[in-house]
C-alpha cells in the first residue's frame, strides 16, 4: 500500500489556468507539507497542516492555496499560472505536532508541474 | 540566517570505492540533521538522522553519517557504493526549537554517479 500519494504523476498546462494537486497518506500522521522542487533540485517547504489548520507558509504567493479536508488530505490548488511555477511539487507527512517533534517526514512521489 | 550547504553538486565513484558526502549547517543552536536519498523520479527517503547521543549514526542501505559540532558538519559516508546507490542526496536541518513543527531546510543536494 502505498503510504503518501500524489495526483497527478504529470501535469502540463498553460499559462494563466488553474489546477489542482491532490495528496493522500495512510499513515495516520496529524501533519502533511507541500514543498517546491525547483529546475535545480532545491527543494522548499511551502505549507505545513496539522489536523487540517495550516500551522506554516513560507511567503508563497496567494495563487497557492492549499486546502486539508480531513488530516489524512491536503490538496493544492494553483490559480493563474505562470511558468515559474514550473517545477516538481512534493507532498510529505509526518507524526509531529505541537508537542511532538524529531520524527521522520514521508514523501510521496511527486507531481511534475510544467507550464507552457 | 539558517542554512545548509553541500559543497559538491556532482560526485563520480567507481562501484566498491568508498563514498563521502559533504554537508554543513549554519544555526544558532544544534539543529536535528537528515539524510535523504532522491532516485530519479521518486520521492525522497530518509536514509538516517541525527537527534542527540552517538555522534556516529547508522541509516539504512549501509550509510552512516558523523556528527561534528567544531565543524557545523554532517558528513554521510559508505565504504562500499553499489551501482544502485546512484541518485541525488539530500541533507536537511530542522531547528531543534521550531514550536514543536518539523520544517526541513534542505541543502542544494549532491548528485552522485556511479562507475561500474
Known amino acids: 500500500d502505498t503510504a503518501v500519494s500524489q495526483t497527478p504523476k504529470y501535469l502540463v498546462t498553460q499559462m494563466g489556468n488553474d489546477k489542482s494537486i491532490k495528496c493522500e497518506q495512510n499513515?495516520?500522521?496529524?501533519?502533511m507539507y507541500w514543498y517546491k522542487q525547483d529546475s535545480k533540485k532545491f527543494l522548499k517547504i511551502m505549507f505545513s497542516?496539522?489536523?487540517?489548520?495550516?500551522?506554516i507558509n513560507e511567503t508563497v504567493p496567494n495563487r497557492f492555496s492549499p486546502k486539508s479536508p480531513d488530516k489524512a488530505h491536503l490538496n493544492l490548488h494553483i490559480n493563474s499560472l505562470e511558468l515559474g511555477d514550473s517545477a516538481v511539487y512534493f507532498c510529505?507527512?509526518?507524526?509531529?505536532?505541537?508537542?511532538?517533534?524529531?520524527?521522520?517526514?514521508?514523501f510521496g512521489p511527486g507531481t511534475r508541474l510544467t507550464v507552457l | 540566517a539558517q542554512s545548509v550547504t553541500q559543497p559538491d553538486i556532482h560526485i563520480t565513484v567507481s562501484e566498491g570505492a568508498s563514498l563521502e558526502l559533504r554537508c554543513n549547517y549554519s544555526y544558532g543552536a544544534t539543529p536535528y540533521l537528515f539524510w535523504y536519498v532522491q532516485s530519479p523520479g521518486q520521492g525522497l527517503q530518509l536514509l538516517l538522522k541525527?537527534?542527540?547521543?552517538?555522534?556516529l549514526v547508522q541509516g539504512i542501505k549501509g550509510f552512516e553519517a558523523e556528527f561534528k559540532r567544531s565543524q557545523s558538519s554532517f558528513n554521510l559516508r559508505k565504504p562500499s557504493v553499489h551501482w544502485s546507490d546512484a541518485a541525488e542526496y539530500f541533507c536537511?536541518?530542522?531547528?531543534?526549537?521550531?514550536?514543536?513543527?518539523?520544517?526541513?531546510?534542505f541543502g542544494a543536494g549532491t548528485r552522485l554517479a556511479v562507475h561500474p
Open positions: 536537511a536541518v530542522t531547528p531543534m526549537f521550531s514550536g514543536g513543527y518539523n520544517k526541513l531546510i
Open positions: 499513515l495516520g500522521h496529524d501533519t
Open positions: 497542516y496539522n489536523n487540517k489548520e495550516l500551522i
Open positions: 510529505a507527512s509526518s507524526q509531529d505536532g505541537q508537542y511532538r517533534v524529531t520524527n521522520e517526514q514521508f
Open positions: 541525527y537527534f542527540s547521543g552517538d555522534t
